[in-house]
C-alpha cells in the first residue's frame, strides 16, 4: 500500500510521454504532486485509460516512453487481472439472461480469444510499427498462439451455458485452416462460425467489414447476444450486439 | 520502477472486490501472479478501468474493499494525471481545428469544470450511497467547489482559441444563482449558456435530458464540436458532438 501511495504520488513533468496521439501539452502544466520516482509510469497509465476510454485512437505506435510501463503493465499481473474483470462482466451479463437458440456471442480472435503478446512481446509492446506480412509470418502462421486465460475461461463457460460462439476476425479467409488449427490447440474446442475476411476486401476498415457480418448474421436468424473485442473498432458501427465488451489493450490501435 | 514490478506482481484472489456490478467468478479463477502485498489495489483498478471503458456500469456504489484503493487514485496524482491528459487531447484536437464563430464546446460541470472531491472525500470515495439532498446542502448549495485544475487550465485555452463554452448539468435551475457563482469564483469567467434542468423534469434521465438540450443548440446553429464529461451518459444519445471526451471519474454513475 505504501508503495502504491509512493507511485501514484510522482511528479508529472509535461511532455514526458509523447507520440502520434500524446503530444506534450503546449504550456507546461505544474501539476505539483510533490516528488515521486515513478512520474513516466503515471503517465503512461493515463495514457492507456485513455486508450481504453477511447480519448485517444488512431495511434500507429505506443509512446517510446512506454515501452518498460507497457511491459510491466502487460507482464506484471494488472493485464490479466484487467482481462478477468471484463470476461466476469461478459459472463454475468450472459448468465442472466434466458438462452435462446440463435443466441450468439462474438469474439474478435487476435488480442482477445488469442494471445499475441508472444509476437508484441518481441517487437516492443506495440513501439514498433505494425508489419503485418512479419506479424503473419512470425506469428499467425505458426499457429502457436495460446488463449488469453481469462478469455477461454470465459468461452467454456459461455457454451456451457448455451451460447453459440462465433470468431469475427480480420484475419484474411487464406488463413482459415492455421486459425482453425490455433484455436483447436489454444482450448477453443466449439465455435457456429469462423467469420474471415475475403482476400478481395483485404483494405477495407475493421469497423465497415465487421459491420456488414454482423448484419448477414442478423438476417441469418441469429441475436447477437454480446459482442467481445480488443478494439473498439470491433464494437463499434450498426447491428452492434445487445451488449459490447472492450477487453484491455494497450499495444496497438486497429484501424 | 521496482515498486511498480513489485504493485503489479501481486496476486489477485477471485472474489476481492465486489459491489452492485463487480461480483465475484463463481467459480474461483486461479491466477498465479506470484506473492505480493497489493492485490485488493490490482483489482481495483481493474475495476476503475472496466468502468471508464464502460464494461461496469449502473452501479450504486463503488465495491467496499475498493474505498483505499479509490483514495489513492483520486488524492495520490493518478487521477490528476489521467485528467490532465484527457485534457490535453481537447486541446489538441481543439487547436487544430479552423474555429468557426457558432463552434461550441459543451463542458458537464460536477465532476468536470468543478470538482467534487471536497465532498466525495468525506463520503467515502463513492462507497456511500448518494443522498441528492445532502450534496445539494453540503456542497452545491455553498457554492465554494473548486475547479477541476487541469479543466479549467484547458476552459482558458479554448477560449482563448475562440471557441464558444456551454455549461449543460444535469444540475436543477433553483441551483442558477449558486452556480453562477460558484463557477466564477472556481476561475470559469465567462460562458455562451448555462443549461439547467427544470424542476418539472427533475425524474428525466441524464441521456434524454442531455440529447435534448443538445438538439436544441444544433436547432438554434451551433455547432457542439466537443462535449466533456466525466459520466458516459454526458456523452450518449443523438447529437453527439463532433467529439465527446470522457473524464475519469472512479467514485459514481450518473443515470
Redesign the interface.
Known amino acids: 500500500?505504501k508503495?502504491?501511495?509512493?507511485?501514484?504520488?510522482?511528479v508529472?513533468v509535461a511532455s514526458q510521454c509523447h507520440g502520434a496521439?500524446?503530444?506534450?501539452?503546449?504550456?507546461s502544466?505544474t501539476?505539483g504532486?510533490?516528488d515521486?520516482?515513478?512520474d513516466t509510469?503515471?503517465?503512461c497509465?493515463?495514457?492507456r485509460?485513455?486508450v481504453?476510454?477511447?480519448?485517444?485512437f488512431g495511434f500507429e505506435t505506443i509512446p517510446q516512453q512506454c515501452v518498460?510501463?507497457t511491459a510491466?503493465?502487460i507482464e506484471?499481473?494488472?493485464y490479466?487481472?484487467?482481462s478477468?474483470?471484463?470476461n466476469?462482466?461478459i459472463?454475468?451479463f450472459a448468465?442472466d439472461r434466458h438462452v435462446h437458440e440463435n443466441d450468439v456471442i462474438l469474439f474478435n480472435i487476435d488480442g482477445t480469444a488469442l494471445s499475441n503478446i508472444p509476437y508484441y512481446s518481441q517487437h516492443g509492446y506495440g513501439s514498433e510499427k505494425f508489419d503485418s506480412e512479419r506479424y503473419d509470418e512470425e506469428f499467425v502462421n505458426k499457429g502457436e498462439a495460446p488463449a488469453l486465460p481469462?478469455t477461454l475461461?470465459n468461452y467454456n463457460?459461455l457454451v456451457s451455458l448455451g451460447y453459440k460462439i462465433i470468431f469475427l476476425s480480420g484475419r484474411l479467409k487464406d488463413k482459415k485452416a492455421v486459425t482453425e488449427a490455433n484455436l483447436k490447440k489454444a482450448g477453443y474446442n466449439t465455435w457456429e462460425k469462423l467469420i474471415l475476411k475475403d482476400l478481395s476486401n483485404s483494405a477495407e476498415n475493421v469497423v465497415e467489414y465487421k459491420t456488414a457480418e454482423r448484419a448477414k448474421l442478423v438476417q441469418e436468424g441469429y441475436r447477437i447476444v454480446g459482442n467481445v473485442g480488443d478494439q473498439w473498432n470491433d464494437l463499434k458501427g450498426e447491428n452492434r450486439a445487445i451488449r459490447s465488451?472492450?477487453l484491455?489493450n494497450p499495444m496497438y490501435y486497429t484501424k
Chains 1, 2 share one sequence.
Open positions: 500500500m508503495c502504491l501511495v509512493f507511485f501514484v504520488a510522482a508529472l496521439s500524446f503530444r506534450s501539452f503546449p504550456l502544466m501539476t504532486y510533490g515521486g520516482a515513478s509510469e503515471v503517465r497509465a493515463s495514457w485509460l485513455a481504453e476510454a477511447q480519448n485517444i518498460d510501463a510491466n503493465y506484471g499481473g494488472q490479466r487481472s484487467d478477468k474483470t471484463v466476469q462482466q459472463y454475468f448468465r481469462e475461461k463457460k465488451f472492450k484491455p
